[in-house]
């Protein structure tokens, strides 16, 4: 089992990102995917999680209407699109599966967990 994210970079505020989570070594479409992100410095965080049945998402309230999560189950595929980025969004960005929907925060419902991507925000 590997997921790997990918897209992170420099980006100034305002701006744009999106980020892929490539998954191999199971069926992706049988888990819910969560994006997560880790700032210097803090905990790790989640930023929001897509469904494995129907592909509804939910978001944390900081990123709500500028991050959107869509998956393609047949490239094994799950993206972050990053819109009006902050400064504060600067963090290294993670993704992991999770055979549930629920408690999509919790890091301790997620069992394999990919190397993240950094996103810098800064002028």
């Known amino acids: 089992v590997q997921l790997q994210a990918s897209g992170g970079g420099l980006v100034q505020p305002g701006g744009s990102l999106r980020l892929s989570c490539e998954a191999s070594g199971f069926t992706v479409g049988h888990y819910a995917i969560g994006w997560f992100r880790q700032a210097p410095g803090k905990g790790r965080e989640g930023v929001g999680c897509i469904s494995s049945s129907d592909g509804s998402a939910l978001y944390v309230d900081s990123v709500k209407g500028r991050f959107t999560i869509s998956r393609d189950n047949a490239k094994k595929q799950v993206s972050l699109q990053m819109n009006s980025l902050k400064p504060e969004d600067t963090a290294v960005y993670y993704c992991?599966?999770?055979?549930?929907?629920?408690?999509?925060?919790?890091?301790?419902?997620?069992?394999?967990w990919g190397r993240g991507t950094l996103v810098t925000v800064s002028s």
């Open positions: 992991a599966r999770s055979r549930r929907f629920s408690r999509v925060y919790d890091l301790k419902e997620y069992d394999y």
